[in-house]
């Protein structure tokens, strides 16, 4: 069987990358571990233009949002189901920061994404007494039902292996490659965190995080739009909130912890009073670069080998434009990959 792209791996990367490629008249298959668990698995999958500690745009986000925005609306069109969820985010202001909100709104020119004037509206539960900035442009992604969703839709078209990937079963040929009954122009790795252990490219320089969150039961707290504080509390309907996240760069394991839940409901406590009932409590490894950029490109010295990954935390954003810059290098309509998110910067001598 020849395709044109193997993808190892279906998470959030994985399943972009492959929408993608579809899209232009490629053909796929995708391998995907049913024992690994996935960051997509884990992830809040919250969309926040914004970077609050320096009170400016996210890398990215002009080109990023329409990208996002149209690639899930054809997603959610393709799979016949809903998972961009566009929305507010209500960042709690502590004693004097409305000034400095405002002034930081129109000197880093924030006015597309924030609403200029802050908001005071009371909220029963809530503690806000300096009241609310109100971000404008954001909303969640449900990605786990987008990967489950997607990943019926490859089995559909047999486009879809749910097994490990065997490196020993890989051959790596001049213009091909191989692995068992396959053959394929390149094969594109899409692991996570993980790839920090693929032969080809565990020297690049990874900095996953672990990262915890919790899913509650909230009755009385009547919230519609994303709550930030040092924590975000997420609405996902029925009463239930996602309220996170933790990060730690040690024991990188997927194992929940009572110290990350503790430290979760306490910070809720000081944002939100209402009693609460713990539903859910997940643990997953971010897919992190040590410079905070995606790594994405083909292996300078094996070009059948490329590599989609680092996506990190504000994957729901950026994974879109990613995606789409790579299929269409890898289709040949495009030359060039984002220098910051190139490969390439790993191998350059200096």
């Known amino acids: 069987m020849k395709v044109d792209f193997i993808i190892v791996g279906q998470g959030l990367a994985g399943t972009l990358l492959a929408h993608k490629l579809i899209s232009l008249g490629k053909s796929v298959v995708v391998f995907d571990d049913p024992a690994q668990v996935k960051a997509s698995d884990v992830a809040a999958g919250l969309i926040n233009p914004i970077v609050f500690r320096r009170m400016n745009k996210s890398w990215l986000v002009d080109e990023a949002f329409p990208e996002m925005e149209s690639t899930y609306s ?16 209500l960042r709690i202001l502590h004693e004097d920061e409305s000034e400095f909100w405002k002034e930081k709104v129109f000197a880093n020119q924030l006015t597309k994404y924030i609403d200029a004037e802050t908001n005071y509206k009371s909220m ?4 806000a007494p300096h009241g609310f900035g109100v971000i404008k442009y954001a909303g969640r992604l449900d990605m786990q039902k987008l990967t489950f969703s997607y990943s019926g839709f490859l089995q559909k078209q047999q486009f879809l292996r749910k097994e ?8 790596v040929g001049i213009e091909l490659v191989s ?34 969150i919790l899913e509650l039961k909230i009755p009385d707290l009547h919230l519609e739009d994303i ?12 009463h239930h909130f996602k309220v996170g996240a933790t ?15 503790t430290e979760l409901l306490y910070k809720l406590k000081n944002v939100a009073t209402a009693p609460s009932e713990i539903i859910d409590q ?4 971010r897919p992190t670069m040590h410079d905070r950029k995606p790594v994405i490109g083909l292996h300078p010295n094996f070009p059948q080998i490329g590599i989609f990954n680092g996506l990190g935390p504000k994957g729901a954003l950026l994974g879109p434009y990613f995606a789409s810059q790579f299929a269409q290098f890898l289709c ?19």
């Open 74 to 89: 054809a997603l959610e069109k393709l799979l016949d189901e809903q998972f961009y969820y566009p929305g507010k985010i």
């Open 124 to 127: 029963r539960y809530i503690d």
């Open 164 to 171: 490990k990937f065997n490196f020993d079963k890989l051959h």
């Open 179 to 212: 692995y068992e009954d396959l053959t394929a122009e390149k094969i594109i790795f899409c692991e996570g965190a993980s790839t920090s252990r693929n032969p080809y490219f565990e020297n690049l320089k990874f900095k996953h995080s672990k990262g915890e």
């Open 227 to 238: 709550l930030s504080s040092n924590v975000f509390v997420m609405p996902v309907g029925n």
């Open 247 to 261: 990060y730690s760069w040690d024991h990188l394991d997927e194992q929940t912890t009572e110290q990350a839940r």
């Open 282 to 285: 997940k643990a997953g490894i």
């Open 332 to 350: 040949n309509l495009s030359t060039s990959i984002l220098p910051e998110a190139d490969i390439e910067r790993y191998f350059r001598r200096k």
